[in-house]
């Protein structure tokens, strides 16, 4: 059973998609929760769950901003027992076509504010003695994609940074662990599946024959963050209606 009465979190991208929604589930069970948003829509969005406050609109490729907006959260909470990393972009074009700055940006997003997160939720947890800290991956991460280079290096790179940070925190009672969303149903994706011959290329790929919600991956987040998942570390679990198992 997942319980977070209690739990004090931190969640990146939590102003839509698979952030808002882990924001919301976290709330019903009992978490106090901060999170960083872009812009006023995302800000009405998670005030539907959380107090303003506790929201800050944030750059997650910031270490300086994102790390004091988690001190703010800190300070508020009194502590800090789990910090999700949802803040993601997409962009889709031929690996030759992939300018620098795109490159840059989804490589900036995607991994180094995942590790902007882990690594001072991590200097925090450690001392504490106990935390979890779970990353947004993609199954893209795992088994490559057309038109989207930079997206899945990003993502195997959280792969990466899962494990190494998994053996470094282990003994400090510290997990860490990914998940892996096949395609979702969500405002990232919407642009890909508007596109008939996309959707049907995503479609035929998944054994399911549906495009997953933002909550199943929301659920998988918070078993992780809880102490339902007490023993499992470095791990990187895809949740994408048997895309992988191909």
């Given amino acids: 059973m997942i319980d977070l009465s209690g739990y004090r979190l931190f969640i990146t991208g939590a102003g839509s998609g698979i952030g808002l929604a882990s924001a919301q589930g976290a709330r019903a069970l009992g978490a106090r929760v901060a999170g960083t948003i872009r812009g006023d829509e995302q800000r009405q969005a998670l005030a539907q769950f959380i107090g303003n406050e506790d929201i800050f609109d944030v750059d997650v490729t910031d270490s300086v901003a994102l790390?004091?907006?988690?001190?703010?959260?800190?300070?508020?909470?009194?502590?800090?027992?789990?910090?999700?990393?949802?803040?993601?972009i997409i962009a889709l074009s031929p690996s030759t076509e992939t300018t620098d700055q795109v490159w840059q940006d989804v490589i900036g997003t995607n991994l180094t504010g995942c590790f902007n997160l882990a690594r001072g939720a991590a200097l925090h947890m450690k001392g504490a003695g106990k935390g979890s800290i779970v990353m947004i991956s993609s199954q893209i991460g795992l088994v490559g994609h057309p038109r989207a280079a930079a997206y899945a290096a990003s993502k195997s790179g959280i792969n990466g940074l899962t494990r190494a940070m998994a053996l470094e925190l282990g003994p400090a009672n510290v997990r860490i662990n990914a998940v892996g969303p096949g395609p979702v149903n969500t405002e990232m994706t919407a642009e890909t599946r508007s596109i008939p011959e996309r959707r049907e290329y995503l479609l035929n790929g998944i054994p399911m024959g549906r495009f997953g919600e933002a909550e199943e991956i929301a659920n998988t987040n918070l078993f992780l963050l809880s102490d339902a998942a007490s023993f499992i570390t470095g791990q990187v679990i895809c949740v994408d209606g048997g895309y992988t198992a191909k």
Avoid at 67 to 88: K, N, P, V
């Fill in 67 to 88: 790390e004091q907006a988690m001190a703010t959260s800190i300070a508020r909470f009194g502590g800090l027992d789990g910090a999700l990393a949802c803040a993601g």
